[in-house]
């Protein structure tokens, strides 16, 4: 079965890394978004094609923080993105 | 949200931007050595609301936010007027001035540039009228002061620009004097930078680093009397320093009596300026030739934004050691960006006219300073 994963939207967004953390521009509206350094370890898995799952296993394993919190972060702040229109759902 | 040192333009924000190439003068020193097809004034239209778009995010103020329109020369485009006339409804965002070489200009012109919202009109000296007109060309000189009447007639400010070099170095005091009695603005007394189709001769032109600190010591003299030889008041000001001053930050005893400013002179290191070229090409500054993008592909913010060369070049921790460890870096930062870039082709490297490190300009322009 065909995996779910974000895929960045390379015509609305672009990034940086500015002082160790990402920063997004968002190219329609000229808006600046800074990310905190573990929003910025999420872009960079969102980056790399992760899914989901994945990127929240990756979480749990390097802080010491209960699956299912994480879990919640991790799918508020891919909303968060999603409705503002950074990122988008295909299969991988 | 915008918080971070480098997405901070509170120092102002300057586009030069070049819209045709095309010059009917041939001066032995222009920078120019590409022939660009030029863009059709829509185009032009699409660029300029992405300065617009600019300040915008930014919020820059008006009083600090500067559109500088040049070429080759401007007045060779036909639609050139047409252009001014279509952008002058957002003329209250910022401070329009325009580089000529002012050979097409005349009363009828002039006063519709006064009705466009034009705040200043740079012209272009290299020195008295025969070491002038030997680099740009014979009666130019007779030209340039013409124009500066029509312009004066027309209460429209004139700034007068001239690059300091080997031929020219005796007639400064001479040269001052003459454009402060034809009432200009502002003359500004700009270093030599070696890039360009004619490098090897701007090398031989520049003067050495002991000329170049005799030189300051002399501005900072006649600054002091004249009001033009930098900037519009009878005292030297930080604002009567030119972007490529750097190295003058070595005379403290002079600098002790400028205004207390500590912003790096250089726009690029202060991220304060971009430069448009007439394909599109953006560069950090006009004498910096390093292709950051394409406005034509991806607006001015984004390039601004992504450029990593851009970031790596405003980055004063990636300047030579030799600079870095240096008692004048805080106010110096290696000196003009430019100057050494076209000497030594690095990045990194000090400034060739620093008498702290050199007496003569080092002898090989094109080694690797280390
Ligand atoms: S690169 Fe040179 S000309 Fe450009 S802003 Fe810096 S010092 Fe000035
Ligand atoms: S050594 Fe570098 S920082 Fe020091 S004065 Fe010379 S150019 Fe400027």
């Known amino acids: 079965m065909a995996e779910l994963v974000y895929e960045i939207d390379k015509e609305k967004v672009a990034w940086r890394k500015i002082e160790g953390e990402v920063t997004i521009l968002d190219k329609k509206t000229a808006e600046f978004f800074n990310l905190n350094s573990t929003a910025s370890q999420i872009w960079h898995l969102i980056q790399h094609g992760e899914t989901v799952e994945s990127i929240v296993k990756y979480l749990v394993k390097h802080f010491d923080i209960e699956y299912k919190i994480i879990r919640e972060d991790v799918v508020s702040l891919m909303k968060e993105f999603s409705q503002k229109g950074f990122i988008k759902l295909h299969e991988k | ?370």
């Open chain 2, 1 to 370: 949200m915008k918080s971070k040192r480098e997405l901070s333009l509170k120092n102002g924000f300057s586009l030069q931007w070049h819209i045709t190439e095309r010059c009917n003068w041939n001066c032995s020193h222009c920078y120019r050595d590409r022939g660009y097809n030029e863009l059709s004034i829509d185009q032009l239209y699409r660029i300029f609301l992405q300065f617009i778009q600019f300040l915008d995010t930014f919020k820059i103020p008006p009083q600090i936010a500067r559109l500088n329109l040049t070429g080759g020369e401007v007045f060779l485009r036909d639609d050139f007027i047409v252009f001014l006339k279509r952008i002058y409804k957002y003329n209250d965002r910022y401070r329009l001035k325009i580089l000529t070489n002012g050979s097409l200009l005349n009363d009828e012109k002039v006063e519709m540039l006064k009705t466009l919202g034009v705040d200043a009109v740079q012209l272009s000296v290299e020195g008295m009228e025969s070491v002038n007109d030997r680099i740009r060309g014979k009666g130019t000189f007779e030209q340039i002061v013409n124009t500066i009447e029509i312009l004066n007639k027309n209460d429209i400010p004139v700034l007068v620009s001239v690059t300091l070099a080997k031929y020219n170095l005796k007639e400064i005091p001479q040269l001052i004097d003459f454009f402060i009695k034809l009432e200009v603005r502002r003359i500004g007394i700009r270093r030599l930078v070696p890039i360009g189709k004619n490098q090897k001769r701007l090398i031989d032109d520049m003067i050495s680093p002991l000329e170049q600190r005799d030189f300051y010591r002399l501005r900072h003299a006649l600054a002091k009397e004249n009001y033009a030889c930098g900037s519009n008041t009878k005292q030297p000001t930080f604002n009567s320093l030119c972007c490529e001053d750097g190295v003058f930050f070595q005379e403290e005893e002079l600098v002790s009596q400028y205004d207390n400013r500590t912003i790096p002179l250089c726009g690029v290191l202060s991220n304060r300026i971009l430069t448009v070229l007439p394909n599109g090409d953006v560069l950090p500054c006009r004498r910096l030739p390093i292709v950051l993008g394409n406005v034509l592909k991806k607006s001015l913010l984004e390039i601004w934004f992504t450029s990593e060369l851009l970031s790596r070049i405003r980055n004063p921790e990636n300047l030579s050691s030799v600079c870095r460890n240096c008692e004048y870096f805080e106010l110096c930062r290696g000196g003009a960006r430019c100057v050494s870039y076209g000497y030594f082709g690095k990045l990194d490297a000090p400034d060739p006219q620093c008498w702290k490190l050199f007496e003569q300009l080092p002898p090989d322009a094109f080694k690797v300073c280390s």
